[in-house]
């Protein structure tokens, strides 16, 4: 009998030689994808609204061009899928392409900020309510889809934000799979998100090489092996999505905020527990630079249910304490 079957390929092998990567898609020609428009209020920015799905400049799954339409791809429901939208007169198109299209274009009109209502918003300082005249077109996006913002969330946990997006960067590339439709004109191919299964699979060496500490590592399998858990969250109340999301060891307030933030347009979800946000934001209304978090919250009250937009409006307004000393310096485990 040896011989007669060609061995079946796998993921991994015991010893650890063999990691199956996906093939790259045919290069045929796409056709023209589903096509949906959405007229949002005015005044309305495309670009602020999407600008925090992007995971840096070189995110293989987001892509923004000169021309103003941006491009993404999401691992739905349906299958994977690819989104591109441009504003168009008063309205916003939107054009997808894959298995996931038809979900992406059923909820476009919450991607680009429908269930968000920003009349709820009052601004309390000067410089919250400057930025809130300038960024009028602001809106908070919903993407329906947890891990995809999940994951790159714990990436991000304790390391700079050059590293972090060079391990999601290096790992979508590589065990993400080609995404459907056409490659945006004068850029590189876009990737979908790998599925739970895949990320469960990448081996400790690969985790390592994308510059993930074990701790990061393992957090994303725990996740990982609970993803429709997970995912169930979406559809939560942000409060709840977050107390889910923090039932995973390694799943703080921190990461839990950033996700459903994305995730579930959650307008007062703030990020407790980051590097950079509460100086910023005890200097912008205080003018005190050493703010912690409990200082912050308290500087944040006055916009309870709105924190979230309160505190972004903050970071746009580009009114941050001056540098004392240079960047920290990344690091790279993936060199040792």
Known sequence: MAGRFAPRPTRTTVCGGHVSVPAPRPADAPGPGTVRRWTPPTPYDLGLTLGPLRRGPADPTFRALPDGSVWRTSRTPA?????????RGGAVEGEAWGPGADWLLDRLPQLLGADDDPTAFVPRHRIVAATHRRRAGLRLA???LVMESLIPSILEQKVTTDEAYRAWRLLVRKYGEPAPGPVPDGTYGLHVVPDARTWS???SWEWHRAGVDDKRAATVLRVAKVARRMEEAAAMEPELAQKRLELIPGVGPWTSAETVQRSNGAPDAVSVGDYHLPSIVGY?????????????????????????????????SGHTPPRRAPRMTPGDIGTL
């Open 79 to 87: 299958g994977p899928g690819t989104l591109r939208v441009a504003a």
């Open 201 to 203: 699979l990448i081996p």
């Open 284 to 316: 912008a209304l205080a003018g005190d630079r050493t703010t912690d978090d409990t200082a912050m919250l308290e500087l944040l009250a006055p916009y309870a249910g709105q924190r979230y937009r309160a505190a972004r409006l903050i970071l746009l």
């Open 142 to 144: 919903r993407t329906g």
